[in-house]
């Protein structure tokens, strides 16, 4: 099980990124995808993730109506398009794995995620 996030840089507030996180050594639609961040002195925090099967999607208070998560199965491939960046929402961005359920909790608690992709940082600065 591999994943790969890509996709940082520096932008300025307000504006857009697109992230994308490239699987490969597993069937993507059998797992949930999560999106984390972790700012420098802060403990690493979930964002966003995405379910397998229907797809059922999650996203922190922080960041509702501003991110959205999807899944490109053909692709193996999860995207997290993010608007109206703010400086708060600098960090190194990852994604992860994992073969969730209710029973497990919230998908956005990191340690629910057996499988980690190195991270990409976002800086959002003027």
């Known amino acids: 099980v591999q994943l790969q996030a890509s996709g940082g840089g520096l932008v300025q507030p307000g504006g857009s990124l697109r992230l994308s996180c490239a699987t490969s050594g597993f069937r993507l639609d059998y797992y949930t995808i999560g999106w984390f961040r972790q700012a420098p002195g802060k403990e690493r925090e979930g964002v966003s993730s995405?379910?397998?099967?229907?797809?059922?999607?999650y996203y922190a208070d922080s960041v509702k109506g501003r991110f959205t998560i999807s899944r490109d199965n053909a692709k193996k491939t999860v995207y997290l398009q993010m608007t109206n960046l703010e400086p708060e929402d600098t960090a190194i961005y990852y994604c992860?794995?994992?073969?969730?359920?209710?029973?497990?909790?919230?998908?956005?608690?990191?340690?629910?995620?057996?499988?980690w992709g190195q991270g990409t940082q976002v800086t959002v600065s003027s």
């Open positions: 995405i379910g397998r099967g229907d797809g059922s999607k």
């Open positions: 992860a794995a994992a073969w969730w359920t209710s029973a497990n909790g919230s998908p956005l608690n990191p340690s629910v995620y057996n499988y």
